[in-house]
C-alpha cells in the first residue's frame, strides 16, 4: 500500500472512530442519570475545578461518568461557565441536563464557602465579592459587625475567630449579616460542644481560650493526624511556662508587612502576637479554626513533646527535648 493511501486509510479510521465516540458520548449524554434517591440537592462549591464538580455531583447522588462528563462539558465549551449553588435533581435527569443547569446557574440556592485557616479578612473579602448577597456590612468594622449580629464579644478588640468555617446556603438577595450570624452561632455551637468534652487539667481558663489555641493549630497542621500532637505540644508548653513560639502568630502580628518569608529580625520585632517575646496564649485567635482543630486542642494527644519540625512533605517530627530536636532540624531543614 502506497504512503498516500495509507494516509487516506489513517484519516478515515481517524474519523470513523471520532463519530463512534461523539455517538457514544451523545447517547449516554441523553440516558438518565442514577440518581441515589428519586429527589435529591447537591452544592457545588465555588472556585471548583470542572474535575471537581464530577466529583461533588458523584458525592452527592448524581453518578455522572467523570471523563464523559469533563468530554461532554469541553466539547461545549461550558468549562468555564460552570456556577457554584445548590442545585435540585430529580430522577430523569440526564447527563446533558445537569450539566446545562450548572452552566445556567439555574440554583435551588446560592452557596459561600469559608474555609478552615482563612481570616475574618479573608471571609470578609468572600462576601463582599459574592454576587448573590446584599451587602449590608461594607464599612462596619469587627466590633461593629459583632454588633450587628447581636454577639456577646463586643468587648474583644477584634472579631477574629469567632465565625464557623462552613458552607453556607441562602437565597439570592439574602443580607450578609444573615450569613455571619450563622456562622457566629455555628461557631458557638462547635465551641461549646468541644468545651463540654474537654480532656481535664488543660491550660484553658474560658472556652476563648481554646479558641485562641485551636486557631493556633488549625495554622500549624499540614496533616490531621498530627493535630492532637501539635496540641499536646502547646498545652505542655503552656504548662511549664514554656513561649509557644508559633510562626503563624507572628505572620498574623505583622499584618500586611509580612513580605512573605519569616526572617531574624520579623522574630525579635515584638508585637500582642508575637510568641516569641511574649508569654502564654496571644490576645485573639488569629484564624477561623474547623471542628478538628476545636477537638485536637480541647483533646490533644497524651504526649510529653515539647518540640516539632516539619518533615518537608506536610508531616512532623516530635521530640521531648531540646537535643533531640535540634537533631531534627539539622536533619529535616538544614539537610545535614
Known amino acids: 500500500m502506497s504512503l498516500l493511501k495509507k494516509c487516506v486509510v489513517a484519516v478515515v479510521l ?5 463519530a463512534a465516540v461523539g455517538y457514544g458520548v451523545y447517547w449516554w449524554a441523553n440516558r438518565p442519570v442514577s440518581l441515589k434517591t428519586p429527589e435529591l440537592d447537591v452544592t457545588i462549591k465555588p472556585h471548583s475545578s470542572l474535575r471537581s464538580v464530577t466529583t461533588q455531583l458523584n458525592r452527592g447522588g448524581v453518578e455522572v461518568e467523570p471523563e464523559l462528563f469533563v468530554l461532554m462539558t469541553r466539547a461545549l465549551g461550558l468549562a468555564s461557565q460552570l456556577k457554584s449553588g445548590n442545585y435540585a435533581f430529580k430522577s430523569g435527569v440526564t447527563p446533558y441536563e ?3 443547569k450548572i452552566a445556567r446557574g439555574d440554583v435551588n ?10 481570616t475574618l479578612q479573608k471571609m470578609r473579602n468572600e462576601l463582599d465579592g459574592n454576587p448573590a448577597l446584599t451587602h449590608d456590612t461594607v464599612g462596619m468594622t469587627d466590633i461593629d459587625l459583632l454588633k450587628a449580629i447581636g454577639a456577646a464579644e463586643t468587648d474583644k478588640t477584634t472579631a477574629e475567630g469567632l465565625f464557623f468555617p462552613d458552607t453556607y446556603l441562602f437565597d439570592k438577595g439574602t443580607s450578609d449579616l444573615a450569613v455571619y450570624k450563622r456562622a457566629y452561632k455555628l461557631m458557638q455551637q462547635r465551641l461549646t460542644e468541644a468545651w463540654a468534652n474537654r480532656a481535664p487539667n488543660l491550660p484553658y481558663k474560658t472556652p476563648y481560650d481554646a479558641l ?25 508548653r503552656l504548662r511549664i511556662g514554656m513561649p509557644l513560639q508559633t510562626d503563624p ?57 515539647l518540640y516539632f ?12 527535648n531540646l537535643g533531640d530536636h535540634n537533631k531534627a532540624v539539622d536533619k529535616y531543614i538544614r539537610g545535614q
Open 14 to 18: 481517524a474519523a470513523v472512530l471520532a
Open 98 to 100: 445537569v450539566l446545562q
Open 109 to 118: 440556592e446560592y452557596v459561600a464557602t469559608v474555609i478552615e485557616g482563612w
Open 212 to 236: 485562641i489555641m485551636a486557631s493556633i493549630v488549625e495554622k500549624e497542621t499540614g496533616r490531621a493526624q498530627d493535630r492532637p500532637l501539635v496540641a499536646a505540644v502547646f498545652a505542655n
Open 249 to 305: 502568630t507572628v505572620i498574623y502580628g505583622l499584618g500586611p508587612s509580612y513580605g512573605g518569608h519569616l526572617k531574624k529580625k520579623d522574630l525579635q520585632t515584638d508585637t500582642p502576637y508575637n510568641t516569641y517575646t511574649r508569654m502564654g496564649l496571644p490576645p485573639t485567635p488569629i484564624a477561623l479554626p474547623g471542628v478538628a482543630a476545636l477537638n485536637a486542642t480541647l483533646n490533644p494527644a497524651a504526649s510529653t513533646a
Open 309 to 320: 519540625v516539619s518533615r518537608g512533605d506536610g508531616s512532623s517530627i516530635f521530640s521531648d
